[in-house]
């Protein structure tokens, strides 16, 4: 770990900020969030001992969430702020404590870069990646100008065995006004469409962080949206789902 003013650092000169403010000049009375859009890995973790292919997998970060997350903040001329680094390094849609918000094991592949982890090193992730995220996230809400705050992910078509068949879904648990608001715009559109609500899991303090802290504590309409990963994996996909959600978006808005 580097030193700086004797102090031990994660981050060096040749990473990233962990915040990526995309349109931060937005107008719109939306805020759009990406907890896992990046893979970037800190050069001091060498890469988590991991293969670039095993990055590249759902638990490196959110596919196609990021390009996502960008098209529908350009259709709606919205502020997004993304995170930059591998949920792998910090899950930061996680309580720091969780027991997989560093995880050494994740879809049965092992990350030797999470092993035996010391306190202090779990610190330099919470105090230089996290918590920046997140304080930029809260300074945003508490500008009050905004009206909703989304947070966009997705999630594998298959778990294990078992197939899930929404190709979108959303998670929520005080606020269920406003998922169910957007849902029933996208089936005006799609009326076939199977959409998950509370699905592929559900919202607990334990394991999640946008809702509960920012959503809720906030007292502000939100929701957490999933896509299905194999919908938006290329831009057409992105396109149509950007599309699809602005449009929802915009007639909540509007009501």
Same mark, same amino acid.
């Given at each position: 770990?580097?030193?700086?003013?004797?102090?031990?650092? *994660?981050?060096?000169? !040749?990473?990233?900020?962990?915040?990526?403010?995309?349109?931060?000049?937005?107008?719109?009375?939306?805020?759009?969030?990406? /907890?896992?859009?990046?893979?970037?890995?800190?050069?001091?973790? /060498?890469?988590?001992?991991? =293969?670039?292919?095993?990055?590249? =997998?759902?638990?490196?970060?959110?596919?196609?969430? @990021? !390009?996502?997350?960008?098209?529908?903040?350009?259709?709606?001329?919205?502020?997004?702020?993304?995170?930059?680094?591998?949920?792998?390094?910090?899950?930061?849609?996680?309580?720091?404590?969780?027991?997989? @918000?560093?995880?050494?094991?994740?879809?049965?592949?092992?990350?030797?870069?999470?092993?035996?982890?010391?306190?202090?090193?779990?610190?330099?992730?919470?105090?230089?990646?996290?918590?920046?995220?997140?304080? /930029?996230?809260?300074?945003? %809400?508490?500008?009050?100008?905004?009206?909703?705050?989304?947070? %966009?992910?997705?999630?594998?078509?298959?778990?294990?065995?078992?197939?899930?068949?929404?190709?979108?879904?959303? *998670?929520?648990?005080?606020?269920?006004?406003?998922?169910?608001?957007?849902?029933?715009?996208?089936?005006?559109?799609?009326?076939?469409?199977?959409?998950?609500?509370?699905?592929?899991?559900?919202?607990?303090?334990?394991?999640?962080?946008?809702?509960?802290?920012?959503?809720?504590?906030?007292?502000?309409?939100?929701?957490?949206?999933?896509?299905?990963?194999?919908?938006?994996?290329? =831009?057409?996909?992105?396109?149509?789902?950007?599309?699809?959600?602005?449009?929802?978006?915009?007639?909540?808005? /509007?009501?």
């Amino acid at each position: 770990m580097q030193q700086q003013n004797g102090l031990q650092r *994660l981050l060096g000169g !040749a990473d990233p900020d962990p915040i990526d403010f995309f349109n931060p000049h937005g107008q719109a009375d939306v805020l759009l969030v990406c /907890e896992h859009a990046g893979q970037y890995i800190p050069q001091r973790l /060498e890469g988590l001992g991991l =293969k670039k292919a095993d990055l590249d =997998k759902h638990i490196g970060w959110d596919i196609g969430a @990021a !390009a996502l997350t960008k098209a529908l903040a350009t259709r709606l001329n919205a502020p997004a702020i993304l995170q930059r680094y591998s949920r792998l390094v910090i899950d930061c849609n996680r309580p720091p404590n969780a027991p997989d @918000a560093m995880p050494e094991m994740a879809d049965n592949i092992l990350i030797p870069g999470n092993k035996n982890l010391s306190p202090i090193e779990e610190k330099l992730r919470v105090e230089e990646i996290f918590w920046p995220f997140h304080h /930029e996230v809260d300074q945003a %809400i508490g500008s009050k100008q905004f009206r909703l705050v989304l947070s %966009i992910h997705s999630f594998n078509p298959v778990l294990g065995a078992v197939p899930r068949p929404w190709p979108l879904a959303f *998670l929520f648990r005080g606020d269920a006004q406003t998922p169910e608001k957007l849902a029933a715009a996208i089936s005006k559109d799609q009326p076939n469409i199977s959409i998950g609500m509370n699905q592929p899991y559900q919202i607990d303090d334990e394991s999640d962080w946008f809702v509960p802290r920012h959503g809720e504590l906030n007292n502000i309409p939100h929701s957490l949206i999933e896509v299905r990963n194999d919908q938006i994996s290329d =831009k057409i996909g992105q396109n149509f789902w950007a599309d699809q959600l602005a449009h929802a978006v915009t007639q909540l808005m /509007e009501d």
